[in-house]
């Protein structure tokens, strides 16, 4: 099994060094092509208007500089054009993508590209259970539970383009609860916080903070799975279509 990793917290982050980890356990065909730099919030972006440039740092390892998405187009249209990745892997995130953000989400997006490619994708993110930790979060449950997330997903087929979204809980290794599989779940954005305040030179400044978890009967969703201690693998597909709207917009323009 050819294995291609990518990110989107960039080829040095601690994230895709557990990432390597957990693919070392399924293969030893391990490809790495990441973003040089820090792409989060990048979404399903792409660069358009300046090149793109790929350093080598050693065989099947590789850097690019752009979003997530041009790492791994960059990987199956050049780097591994010959040599394609039977199974796209992207994260570990340092931090969750969970309900709507996986719309933003670089990682998940990653994972996106990989999935109207044609590849098998997975998009892994570790949540950290406050701010401030930097690159000092714990990847514990990644690290000790990834391959055991993971590893049934890649003995089943998939339909076309879907990804899957799996996100660790906050928690130590040998406190998690187990594996439950979720839909995506919601955040409350009416009631979206804004933190309000002035640099040291007197300019105001905002920062966005994230709304409450809607919670749904029997804890149903992403957001709940972890907020629960559980790791949430969460199925996502490409067809943004609302289908119970067709017939009645049909019926609106006749």
């Known amino acids: 099994m050819r294995i291609l990793l990518t990110n989107d917290d960039g080829y040095h982050a601690r994230g895709l060094a557990v990432l390597e980890e957990i693919a070392a356990a399924f293969s030893d065909d391990v490809w790495v092509v990441a973003p040089a730099e820090e792409q989060s919030g990048a979404g399903h972006s792409l660069t358009l208007t300046r090149p793109l440039r790929i350093r080598k740092f050693a065989e099947k390892r590789f850097a690019v500089s752009g979003t997530p998405t041009d790492a791994v187009m960059m990987a199956l249209a050049r780097i591994m054009k010959d040599n394609p990745p039977d199974v796209i892997l992207s994260g570990v995130n340092r931090g969750a993508n969970l309900a709507e953000d996986v719309t933003y989400s670089g990682t998940v997006s990653a994972a996106m590209e ?141």
Request: no cysteine.
């Open 114 to 254: 990989g999935a109207l490619a044609g590849v098998r994708s997975i998009a892994l993110s570790q949540v950290y259970s406050r701010e401030g930790l930097g690159d000092a979060i714990p990847f514990s449950a990644a690290r000790e539970w990834g391959a055991r997330a993971i590893g049934p997903l890649l003995k089943m087929d998939w339909p076309a383009r879907t990804l899957v979204n799996v996100n660790f809980p906050a928690l130590p290794a040998d406190q998690v609860r187990g594996i439950r599989v979720v839909a995506q779940g919601l955040r409350d954005y009416g009631r979206l916080q804004i933190v309000s305040n002035h640099d040291p030179r007197g300019f105001e400044y905002h920062w966005f903070a994230l709304g409450p978890t809607v919670e749904t009967p029997a804890h149903a969703t992403d957001l709940e799975a972890v907020q629960d201690g559980h790791i949430a693998v969460t199925p996502l597909h490409l067809d943004l279509t609302h289908r119970d709207s067709l017939d009645m917009l049909t019926q609106a323009y006749r």
